[in-house]
């Protein structure tokens, strides 16, 4: 009796209406909170490294690269500037005397407007009034319920002098905030890794045998145990191969791998960035290329007992790290990265990933450097899932199978923030997500 009611409410639930379903749909994916897995934004408690407003918006270096294409002024009298001048000139090249049609000029474009700022503004003067006179930390909550962010995770770096001294006095940072453990300075440089060791008082040899490696492994145990991080991550050249004879398998064998066994830590690979194709545009003038994936699936062969997260930085590796992820259960795909993260893209990597893996991967972080990027990194993203999603679930109705409001909230959580929980072990704390309620609209 009681299955068969439950059976005609499952009926009368099913959206078989297109417009219900998209409507639906896109509901569900714009009211649903997201965990975003991977950013450069910090917390408050980060003095001098938590960045928000106009200014810094404007000298993302995504929109630094863009202001070089449509100026001649050299790169050195640029860095010569001060940051104010510096975002003046971007504001007047890209958003004055060009229409701002990249993603990254789009973008601040959506954050002015999210704060009733006039996005046709001749300067920057109002913004920056606007900026200045908010309140840190309610300008912090307004910026995730916006952005319906429950918990960001930052990249940490102990290789980072500056960051380094403020770990000492970071105690109780805000619990949205999660940490995770970088390990670039690691594992890309090791000669520059033995001196920043070495003026830190840890004695390292050049050639990393059984001694250093006993320290290394130390080392990590105390930044775990300082950071308590969601996973330790590292980016990768396109030329990043496993195995390989170089000091970094070497170091990922004896260091990374047991210290991501020890602490039940997953280990989060971003392949495919080439730094400093142009120096003289500083974090602007990094480049990328196609990697090999078969070197990810070895390193998954190799560890089963290891959770791997996995982005790729070129369009050409996306098919193929899907069909990886498809027989190796310790590799989770996340995000359209950096390059990626333009919408016909996102929109063309998020279809894909829906057709290979169902809803067993997470389709985006916002790699956010600047506080405020989150209300546009997400507000675009939602609206180009919410369509995949949409075709994906009408391609099921037309195949026959109608799916309920319920189903859609189900899969939508379980991308937007179960997958990485379970993949981590992130709980669901009472406070994190309390704000967001799904009431139809
Ligand atoms: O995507 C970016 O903004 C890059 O500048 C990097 O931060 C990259 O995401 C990385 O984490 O190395
Ligand atoms: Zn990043």
């Avoid at 975002?87 to 789009?106: G, I």
């Avoid at 300082?226 to 970094?248: H, I, Q, T, W």
């Amino acid at each position: 009796m009681t299955s068969l009611m439950e059976n005609r409410i499952e009926q009368a639930e099913l959206l078989t209406d297109r417009v219900e379903l998209r409507r639906q749909v896109e509901f569900t994916v714009s009211a649903t909170p997201v965990i975003d897995i991977h950013t450069h934004v910090f917390s408050p408690e980060f003095d001098g490294m938590f960045l928000h407003g106009i200014d810094e918006l404007l000298t993302y270096h995504y929109l630094i690269a863009e202001t070089f294409r449509s100026t001649d002024l050299l790169p050195e009298r640029f860095w010569g500037m001060t940051r104010t001048q510096r975002a003046d000139l971007v504001w007047r090249t890209l958003f004055v005397e060009n229409t701002p049609l990249s993603e990254a000029a789009c973008g601040v474009v959506s954050v002015l407007r999210a704060f009733g700022l006039d996005p046709r503004s001749p300067d920057l003067d109002d913004a920056r009034a606007f900026f200045r006179s908010q309140d840190l930390h309610q300008h912090l909550d307004r910026v995730l319920a916006i952005a319906g962010a429950s918990d960001l995770v930052m990249t940490n770096d102990p290789f980072n002098v500056r960051e380094v001294l403020l770990w000492s006095d970071v105690t109780n940072p805000d619990h949205r905030f999660h940490a995770s453990l970088r390990l670039d300075g690691l594992l890309n440089d090791w000669p520059q890794a033995v001196q920043t060791l070495g003026r830190r008082g840890l004695r390292v040899g050049t050639e990393p045998s059984g001694p250093t490696v006993s320290k290394l492994r130390r080392f990590l145990d105390e930044w775990v145990a300082r950071m308590k991080p969601l996973y330790m991550a590292v980016s990768l050249p396109p030329e990043f191969n496993f195995p390989d004879d170089d000091v970094r398998d070497l170091l990922i064998r004896e260091v990374v791998l047991p210290t991501a066994r020890d602490h039940a830590l997953a280990l989060a690979l971003m392949i495919g960035v080439r730094r400093g194709v142009n120096p003289a545009l500083r974090a602007a003038g990094d480049g990328m290329g196609r990697a090999d994936i078969g070197a990810l699936d070895r390193l998954c062969a190799e560890n089963p007992d290891v959770r791997f997260l996995a982005t790729v930085l070129s369009r050409e590796n996306q098919h193929q790290l899907c069909v990886s992820a498809r027989k190796f259960n310790n590799l989770m795909p996340f995000g359209c990265w950096w390059f990626l993260n333009n919408p016909s893209i996102v929109s063309e990597i998020t279809r894909e990933r829906l057709e290979l893996l169902g809803t067993s991967f997470i389709p985006q972080h916002s790699d956010a450097c600047v506080l405020e990027q989150l209300i546009y990194k997400w507000r675009h993203a939602r609206v180009i899932i919410a369509a995949s999603l949409y075709e994906t679930y009408d391609r099921l109705l037309q195949s026959g199978r109608a799916v309920t409001r319920r189903e859609i909230v189900r899969d939508v959580t379980r991308m937007f923030s179960g997958n990485f929980r379970a993949w981590v072990g992130l709980q669901q704390t009472p406070c994190g997500t309390a704000d967001h309620t799904l009431e139809s609209p």
